[in-house]
Nanobody, 128 residues
């Protein structure tokens, strides 16, 4: 079954850290770009960051650079999102996504329409 399953969300105090995981199955994970997006209540789904198939290229939304880090372990079919110095405005459902349109891409995209496969999301709540 082709799917992405996120985990690691939860409730954390402002200033804390969380690491989200996204486990992939049913496709050749190590060949494709992966990304994280987030969606706060009443808002659109926003790009957080992306990582190319071998980790050689990463991209982040400017406002999160330095606090959030994406990594991947192809041997475990898993992509991670390390979130540090969390703020209440980081509260959202976090989704991972896969760009399955072409393998071994060295460019990554920030628009949701470029990603064909999505997980169900994991809730992150940051209290003040």
């Amino acid at each position: 079954q082709v799917q992405l399953v996120e985990s690691g969300g939860g409730l954390v105090q402002a200033g804390g850290s969380l690491r989200l995981s996204c486990a992939a199955s049913g496709f050749t994970f190590g060949s494709f770009t992966m990304a994280w997006f987030r969606q706060a209540p009443g808002k659109e789904r926003d790009f957080v960051g992306a990582i190319s198939w071998n980790g050689g290229t990463t991209s982040y939304v400017d406002s999160l650079k330095g606090r959030f880090t994406i990594s991947r372990m192809n041997a475990k079919n898993t992509v991670y999102l390390q979130m540090n110095s969390l703020k209440p405005e980081d509260t959202a459902v976090y989704f991972c996504a896969a760009d399955l349109s072409r393998s071994y891409r060295t460019v990554v995209f920030s628009t949701a329409s470029e990603y064909e496969l999505w997980g169900q999301g994991t809730q992150v709540t940051v209290s003040s």
